[in-house]
């Protein structure tokens, strides 16, 4: 930006700040002693006025009387009162730091004067404890009697880690689960209806059916996975969101190859419950117990040891050399000691496992200074809404005493979207942080490209090496780390630690040893059960590792006897199909199913459940359906088309056609040999199997 430019857009925000101000003491003044106040002619006042209007900043209504000078009253919106508050700030910000320049010309030395606001903004940031929302021990165990009477809402797990950091004053200033103006505002301009900060909408989903039984200003029970009640809730708000536009306004998107997205879509209730939470117990971890701690404890740990700023390094991956000279150089940088501050909660489908992340954080954290360092997790169900998602962190960070953040390049960003593009551009993340960095109470440190420099053996930012064309500069890309897990090459030394290393072998082994399901999609009589039983006898003959079969009628035999065929039970039985299939996975053996499932949402649901634990390869067996009714020896397209059986996939229900399948195998006129050894070429090209 130019320095002329610069100039005009600060007197055009001090123009607004201004004006601002003057409604909000006046909203009743005439034009003319409001130009007078503000020392602009009415045309001027009329413009600016018209500008604050249309950018949504004020509202306008008529006001009756005699005098036509004062026929109108204004307002200031939410928005307009957190613009006011924003350029006020920016403006004692500005007007402060000409006062430092000035002093120190004047006196040779720089001025501690900070302005009280702020000391006392800086001082309720990151030592004095925030406010939670659990009640007294003995007041808790009250209400949990009388709680068990209320009618109770069972948590999802990304609701349970929500409510956790509801309650224990992570996502302050909430009080709770977000009632319909609030949300509003949030999808909207990423702030409350108050007009306070808060990019992320967090709100309580629920089924139609179970929104029926519940009236506004009605108690509600919230119970954890095991019908432990945590919390209740007084239901304030009763309301049916616009999924698609909270898609766009949140995500960037309406694109289901956004996780969040697709999640909106196909796994969250229609209807959303909004209202203040009462806590009465925090969610039960039985895992790394010493290392989670609650906003309020990590502030107290950081008055004991006298902390006064705190970089936190935000992760949902294991930490390499790389990640640790970059928290080093941040840290230095910011003059602040380091918490390094990994998600536990639910992160990336795909991502590794956080039980094998927090041992590797363990395995290296003695590689830091114990004086300068410390480690605790954070129960996150993080949303990968890239620069919506670094404010939050920011904001998250800032409640856990942290004055500084390192804010990445493509920030929670969650990769490619249908049209094979990134989600969010490298540095949007930085951008959005930085334009709110004042009002979050978090400084953002920038993340450094790590480089590793062959000849002096060490890593260095890769912006800062001047000698690039004389030295050798190494690095390992992400995609090439993990196919080198993959297939159990060497990961040298200078990349990561032994330890690390050790402990990501230990959970994931080379592919051609790990467990994995092929699962088959067609219409009724394509050829996938078929295919599969060649297939599987090609496996089992190869040896090695125990092979399944769950085919869809053996299913429907042995596991959902009691499924219809509607949408609903058809999609219990395809996601039933998936656990087992998840399961078998986990343990090192090969599920082969082959069902229809008919529907994308169903098919991804289970991709994600059996990609937590090894590798999934979708086959679509794409048998046209005129060549499907040919082959039909039970009669039922037949039956179908006569309308006696209902829904019937392809006939009088859909079938959703795979985009992206793994592999796609034609069936007329091939034979079934030829299909299976498709598949087993597939798999080697996988690295699932080893090559013949």
């Known amino acids: 930006m130019t320095s002329l430019s610069a100039s005009s857009t600060l007197r055009e925000d001090d123009q607004l700040f201004r004006l601002l101000r003057q409604l909000e003491k006046a909203p009743e003044a005439s034009q003319r002693a409001t130009?007078?106040?503000?020392?602009?002619?009415?045309?001027?006042?009329?413009?600016?006025?018209?500008?604050?209007?249309?950018?949504?900043?004020?509202?306008?209504?008529?006001?009756?009387?005699?005098?036509?000078?004062?026929?109108?009253?204004?307002?200031?919106?939410?928005?307009?009162?957190?613009?006011?508050?924003?350029?006020?700030?920016?403006?004692?910000?500005?007007?402060?730091?000409?006062?430092?320049?000035?002093?120190?010309?004047?006196?040779?030395?720089?001025?501690?004067?900070?302005?009280?606001?702020?000391?006392?903004?800086?001082?309720q940031s990151n030592l004095a404890p925030i406010p939670e929302l659990y009640v007294s021990y003995d007041s808790a165990q009250k209400l949990k009697i009388e709680a068990g009477e209320l009618t109770s809402h069972d948590l999802t797990p990304r609701q349970i880690c929500d409510l956790e950091l509801l309650m224990n004053g992570g996502f302050y200033p909430l009080k709770g689960f977000l009632g319909e103006d609030d949300y509003n505002g949030v999808v909207e301009?990423?702030?409350?209806?108050?007009?306070?900060?808060?990019?992320?909408?967090?709100?309580?989903?629920?089924?139609?059916?179970?929104?029926?039984?519940?009236?506004?200003?009605?108690?509600?029970?919230?119970?954890?996975?095991e019908g432990v009640i945590l919390a209740t809730m007084t239901v304030t708000d009763k309301y049916i969101p616009n999924k698609s536009k909270e898609a766009e306004k949140v995500f960037g998107a309406d694109d289901l190859a956004h996780p969040a997205v697709n999640y909106l879509h196909n796994s969250a209730g229609k209807v959303y419950l909004g209202g203040p939470v009462t806590g009465i117990q925090q969610p039960v971890h039985y895992d790394f117990r010493a290392r989670r701690d609650t906003p309020n404890e990590l502030r107290a740990y950081f008055r004991k040891l006298g902390w006064r700023k705190i970089v936190a390094f935000q992760t949902r991956n294991p930490l390499h050399r790389a990640h640790q000279e970059l928290t080093f150089r941040a840290a230095k940088e910011a003059q602040a000691n380091l918490l390094i501050h990994p998600v536990v909660g639910l992160t990336k489908p795909g991502d590794v496992d956080h039980f094998t992340r927090v041992r590797c954080y363990e395995a290296v954290l003695d590689k830091y200074p114990a004086s300068t360092t410390t480690m605790s997790l954070l129960n996150l169900a993080m949303r990968m809404a890239g620069p919506r998602e670094a404010v939050w962190h920011g904001l998250i960070r800032?409640?856990?005493?942290?004055?500084?953040?390192?804010?990445?390049?493509?920030?929670?960003?969650?990769?490619?979207?249908?049209?094979?593009?990134?989600?969010?551009?490298?540095?949007?993340a930085q951008e959005l942080f930085r334009e709110h960095q004042a009002e979050i109470g978090c400084e953002m440190v920038d993340f450094k490209h790590m480089v590793y420099v062959q000849e002096r053996a060490q890593y260095e930012p890769a912006d800062e090496i001047e000698d690039k064309d004389n030295v050798t500069i190494l690095n390992i890309s992400g995609t090439e780390r993990r196919r080198r897990?993959?297939?159990?090459?060497?990961?040298?030394?200078?990349?990561?630690?032994?330890?690390?290393?050790?402990?990501?072998?230990?959970?994931?082994?080379?592919?051609?040893?790990?467990?994995?399901?092929?699962?088959?999609?067609?219409?009724?009589?394509?050829?996938?059960?078929?295919?599969?039983?060649?297939?599987?006898?090609?496996?089992?003959?190869?040896?090695?590792?125990?092979v399944t079969l769950l085919d869809g009628d053996v299913v429907r035999k042995h596991l959902s006897s009691e499924l219809g065929f509607s949408k609903e039970h058809r999609d219990i039985n395809i996601k039933r199909i998936g656990y087992v299939a998840s399961e078998i996975t986990k343990n090192g053996g090969?599920?082969?199913?082959?069902p229809i499932a008919p529907y994308t949402a169903t098919r991804r649901a289970v991709r994600e459940m059996i990609e937590e634990y090894g590798a999934f390869c979708e086959v679509h067996v794409a048998t046209?359906?005129?060549?499907?009714?040919?082959?039909?020896?039970?009669?039922?397209?037949?039956?179908?088309?006569?309308?006696?059986?209902?829904?019937?996939?392809?006939?009088?229900?859909?079938?959703?056609?795979?985009?992206?399948?793994?592999?796609?195998?034609?069936?007329?006129?091939?034979?079934?040999?030829?299909?299976?050894?498709?598949?087993?070429?597939?798999?080697?090209?996988?690295?699932?199997i080893a090559g013949s």
């Open 398 to 428: 800032k409640n856990h005493g942290c004055t500084h953040m390192i804010v990445g390049r493509d920030h929670a960003g969650p990769g490619k979207n249908s049209a094979g593009d990134d989600f969010y551009g490298p540095y949007d």
């Open 485 to 546: 897990l993959a297939e159990g090459l060497e990961i040298p030394e200078w990349f990561s630690f032994p330890e690390v290393v050790k402990e990501l072998r230990r959970t994931k082994p080379p592919r051609s040893k790990q467990g994995f399901t092929v699962f088959f999609t067609g219409f009724s009589g394509s050829g996938k059960s078929t295919i599969a039983n060649a297939l599987m006898v090609k496996l089992m003959e190869m040896g090695g590792r125990p």
């Open 624 to 688: 046209t359906i005129e060549e499907c009714e040919k082959r039909d020896r039970k009669g039922l397209y037949k039956l179908a088309r006569e309308g006696k059986i209902k829904e019937f996939t392809g006939i009088s229900d859909p079938y959703e056609e795979p985009q992206n399948p793994e592999l796609r195998v034609e069936t007329e006129n091939v034979e079934v040999d030829n299909c299976a050894h498709q598949v087993i070429l597939k798999l080697e090209s996988m690295g699932l």
């Open 189 to 225: 301009n990423m702030r409350l209806a108050d007009g306070q900060l808060w990019p992320m909408p967090i709100t309580l989903d629920v089924s139609e059916d179970f929104a029926a039984k519940i009236e506004e200003g009605q108690d509600i029970a919230l119970r954890d996975q």
């Open 590 to 594: 090969i599920a082969i199913c082959a």
């Open 35 to 123: 130009a007078e106040a503000l020392g602009i002619s009415l045309g001027t006042l009329n413009t600016q006025l018209r500008a604050a209007q249309n950018a949504g900043l004020i509202v306008v209504s008529n006001r009756p009387g005699p005098d036509r000078r004062q026929r109108f009253a204004y307002a200031l919106t939410p928005e307009g009162t957190a613009v006011k508050n924003r350029l006020i700030d920016a403006f004692l910000a500005r007007k402060f730091t000409e006062y430092a320049a000035l002093h120190a010309e004047l006196t040779g030395s720089a001025s501690d004067l900070v302005p009280l606001k702020y000391r006392s903004k800086l001082m």
